[in-house]
Structures are given as C-alpha cells and as structure tokens.
C-alpha cells in the first residue's frame, strides 16, 4: 500500500538510545532539519546536556530517560511525547548493547540482559508506538544490524539478537501493513560496523580493549538513511558497503561467508587491557560522543 509521510519539519520523532553514537547522530541530523524531537536512553544526565545544546541551536527538543527493557519506562516516554508534542510521527528503535567473548563463555545472566534491551527494547517500543502511528500514520524503524542476517565471532549472542530483531520487524510489517492495511512504514536498518562507541560500551569478557573491524562506516551515514525512511516508507536499508556484501554471501554462499567471518576474530581486539570491562550492559554509559575511540598510546591493533 502507498504510505504518505510527513517531511521531517513537519515530525515529532522519538529515538531510543538517543545519547551517543547513532542515536545522537539522528538527534542532531533532525534537528538541524528541523523536526521535533524526544530523546530517550538511560543516561539522564547526558541527555539533559544533549537537549540542552540541540535547544540553545533552536531545536525543539525534550529528554525522557528510559530503560528500554522495562515497558512502563516505554509506556511512559510515549505518553510524554503525546503530552508535549500531541503526536507521534516515527519512532526509532535504536538503544542497542553487546558483549565481547565467545558464546560459551557468556553468562546466561548477561545474554538475557542484552536480550532485554536489543529485543525486548525494540518489541516494547514498537508495540508501545504502533497505536499512535496506525492512528495519524508515520514510520516504524527498527535498527538492526548486517548481523541480522550474517554473524560475527566474539559477538554471537549480539547477532542472535539482531536476528531476532529482523524477524520480529518483517512479521510485524507484514501484519500491520499488509494484513492490515495501516498507514504505518516499518522499516529495518541494517548498518555494517559503524564508528561510535558501541566497542566500549560492551560487556567485555575479553583481556584486550574490544574494536569492530574495519571498514566502519559514519554515524552520520546510518542516521541519514534512518531519516530518509521517515520521510519515504521502505522495507529495509542497508548501510555501507559491506553490508550488501556481507549480507548477500551469508545468504548466497553462507559456507565461504563463515569462514570470512571467522578471520574477523582477531580483527576485534586492540592489544592493550580492557578499559571499561562492564560497559553498558547493565549501567548507563552517561557518553555524549557520536563517533568511538581510538586505543591508546602505545596500543597495536591486532593484524
């Protein structure tokens, strides 16, 4: 069916995971072209900096802090939006959290923690979204990942999240758009490795500071093609060239993509000692940074 979407001056736009990395560089995108704007992560002091900032350029910006894995903290971010803006025109289901080590050595407790936000965070919030937009129409965009449909070494229980996330969002289109008929654009986003902080904000069971491989891709690039599916309903996106590539040969040729993934392992670890071991799995970062870090000095990227 044909979905008519507003131009970003014209959206309210709430994004999880608002506060570093993607979800900032969405924040700050839709600002400057001007759309309305509901950020949310559980770093509550760097949001309150973040819309601070965005404000003082003329954005139109609120902060709402919120756990995306507990639904009343969802339920209450939507029932905030409404109240200051009257509407909701897309919701972005960005917050996103990893853990570095192989699968059997992650602790059940962990991986059902990285559940709870990567997709009990995306299911809250769509299902916690989808009323509101079904009732004016707008857009749903989920992001996952090119691990949606290819893996990862070091990160396998990340990717099984992200796989269920590509799951859940091409179920859901089909129900609410075809069976339907709703006026609401679902859309999955699948960037490959993006330069932001995602590295340190892992739980990290490794004895090295923890990297994506290269190449990695801008913020700003995945926050362009997620606001580009605010304005023109697609099905999904994907972002940066390996992407495509990745995610074409885990469908096509799966064989030969496992065994290029497999040489990704050593390709995820700066040798130095891990800086921030828990990362975010379970406590607020409280980072306000777009792009990621560098290793220290003196620290060798593995070859």
Known sequence: MDISLKPLDQQVIVITGASSGIGLAIAEAAARSGAELVLAARSAHALEEIVTRLNAHGAGAIAVPCDVAELEQVETLAQTAISSFERIDTWVNNAGVSIDRFLEEVSEADSRRLFDTNFWGVYHGSMVALPYLKASGGALINVGSEVSDAVIPLQGIYSASKHAVKGFTDALRVEVQEVEQAPVAITLIQPTAVNTPYP????????????????????????????????????????GVMATVNTTMAKIVPSLGAKISAKLTDKQQYMEEPRHPQGALYHASETTTVVGQTHGTGGVERP
Do not use: F, G, W
Not at 227 to 239: C, F, G, P, Q
């Open 200 to 239: 340190q904000h892992a739980k990290n069971y490794m004895e090295q500071e923890p990297k994506l491989p290269s190449p990695q891709v801008d913020p700003s690039d995945v926050a362009q093609a997620i606001l580009e599916a605010a304005t023109t309903s697609s099905r999904e996106k994907k972002v």
